[in-house]
């Protein structure tokens, strides 16, 4: 089994190496990720080796889910205990094209959530969220465990409870 | 008389965005009247029309980009969230054996429990 260690991107890692073969998620990791991070837009977790260099990647972002104020207003009687709850986006996710298949991925998101979890002992926050591009995508997210906000899935964003 | 040309003043928030290589291209439809607007708005400030587009969409961008990120859900939305905290699923099989995975592949340096 493949044998990585999950740190913070820095200048140092040869991400040029990483081409998971998503021509929007490669510009992103190639060009992006590093002045986005130094910005505080998001953290760009990397999986590495000095043998591999960058193998795959994620970042995350805070997130905050509010009840459409204008619905609820409408409806008024819908008795929700809170209006705005705070959590996490699992934002980009990718992993080289040479090591997909091996649930290189999936453990990927497992390290999302247990960044997550550690957040949330000191910050807050209460799910993890995605927002899959394709009903595949959703899927493969469902089978992790998130679950669809929306019953009829016409957007695919999910959640996933941090508990 | 042609316009002087004055060089390009970012606003300080703008200024991350102007340093650097402009080396994309971006095609976009706009109305005849306001291509025609913006490139007389242009020439006023003395800038060519990609000097002001960059300013002004830089100078826009830098401050929405830093605004921290906002769902806005559907009240059904909500509930299925609040539902979905008050009783979480149990784990699939899949995110078990990912889990698993995870702490096998990452080591020391997993953030798994």
Not at chain 1, 26 to 44: F, I, K, S, T
């Amino acid at each position: 089994m493949i044998r990585l260690i999950i740190e913070l991107l820095t200048a140092a890692h040869e991400v040029a190496v990483c081409v998971t073969g998503d021509s929007a998620i490669d510009e992103y990791l190639h060009r992006l990720a590093l002045a986005e991070q130094a910005r505080g837009l998001a953290a760009v977790h990397v999986a590495t080796s000095e043998a591999l260099g960058v193998v795959g990647f994620f970042t995350l972002s805070p997130l905050s889910l509010r009840v459409d104020e204008n619905l609820e207003r409408v409806l008024a009687t819908t008795g929700l205990p809170y209006r705005q709850l705070g959590g996490y986006l699992l934002g980009r996710l990718g992993v080289d094209k040479d090591h997909q298949g091996k649930g290189v991925g999936a453990a990927l998101v497992s390290e999302a959530i247990g960044i997550a979890r550690a957040q949330q002992t000191t910050a807050g926050g209460v799910f993890l969220a995605v927002d899959p591009k394709t009903t595949e995508l959703a899927a493969w997210y469902r089978r992790l465990g998130f679950a669809p906000l929306e019953p009829n899935q016409r957007r695919l964003r999910m959640v996933f409870p941090l508990r | 008389m042609k316009p002087r040309r004055r060089p390009v003043i970012a606003s300080t928030t703008a200024t991350p965005y102007l340093d650097l290589k402009a080396d994309e291209r971006q095609e976009l439809r706009l109305p005849a009247l306001l291509k025609d607007h913006i490139a007389r708005v242009a020439a006023q400030q003395g800038s060519s029309v990609s000097e002001y587009m960059l300013r002004v969409l830089a100078a826009d961008v830098s401050v929405e980009i830093a605004k921290p990120i906002e769902w806005h859900l559907s009240a059904p939305e909500f509930k299925v969230l609040l539902d979905l905290l008050k009783n979480p699923p149990p784990e699939t099989k899949y995110m078990a054996a990912a889990r698993a995975r995870a702490k096998k592949i990452f080591g020391a340096s997993s953030h798994v429990r």
